[in-house]
């Protein structure tokens, strides 16, 4: 049974930082892409960040880049979101899920607050 | 301002039909595979029809997905109390990089 479990989240001041991961069972995670999907409270889902399956190559939605920095550890099946400069307008659930492209899997997701 | 286009609610009653549009343009759903997603209340979402019209195992044949030029629709026949959710459609936008998304349908099985 595929399994993606999210941990990292919570409360932090404007300005503030914080790293999310998400570990993954049930699948070899080596061979497949991953991704992150945020959801603001009330709102709907917008895409983050995706990361090929050996690193090499990853996506970011225009209004995180230079911000956060999506990673992974093939050997810990891991991945990771590092979140720096944070703001109110980011503050949401955080979803990991497989894939790129195509979400065919997701967690239960984690909630970062930013607020002071 | 979402980059693809759904209404904001539909609604059918028991046993009855619903679509749910999803308009975009060249660079995305004109250019990459369209995905619907179901988000009940509470839950995380899942993956409802992948690649314009596939379905994922245990996903029922009620649920299908088509797409013509930049416009995608999501049909649900049979309508059940509990397809009550958020729909979403979502693709790969080619000009921007990123994977864009709908605002979401909210279905309200009356």
């Known amino acids: 049974e595929v399994q993606l479990v999210e941990s990292g989240g919570g409360l932090v001041q404007p300005g503030g930082s914080l790293r999310l991961s998400c570990e993954a069972s049930?699948?070899?995670?080596?061979?497949?892409?991953m991704s992150w999907v945020r959801q603001a409270p009330g709102k709907g889902l917008e895409w983050v960040a995706n990361i090929r399956q050996n690193g090499g190559e990853t996506y970011y939605v225009d209004s995180v880049k230079g911000r956060f920095t999506i990673s992974r550890d093939n050997a810990k099946r891991s991945l990771f979101l590092q979140m720096n400069s944070l703001r109110a307008e980011d503050t949401a659930v955080y979803y990991c899920?497989?894939?790129?492209?195509?979400?065919?899997?997701w967690g239960q997701g984690t909630l970062v607050t930013v607020s002071s | 301002q979402s980059v693809l286009t759904q209404p904001p609610s539909a609604s059918a009653a028991p046993g009855q039909k619903v679509t749910i549009s999803c308009s975009g343009s060249s660079p995305n759903i004109g250019s990459n595979y369209v995905m619907w997603y179901q988000q009940l209340p509470g839950t995380a979402p899942r993956l409802l029809i992948y690649d314009d019209n596939g379905r994922p195992s245990g996903i029922p044949d009620r649920f299908s997905g088509s797409k013509s030029g930049t416009s995608a629709t999501l049909g649900i026949t049979g309508l059940q109390t509990g397809d009550e959710a958020d729909y979403y459609c979502g693709t790969w936008d080619s000009s921007r990089n990123a994977v864009v998304f709908g605002g979401g349908t909210k279905l309200t099985v009356l």
């Open positions: 049930g699948f070899i995670f080596s061979d497949y892409s």
């Open positions: 899920a497989r894939g790129a492209r195509r979400f065919e899997f």
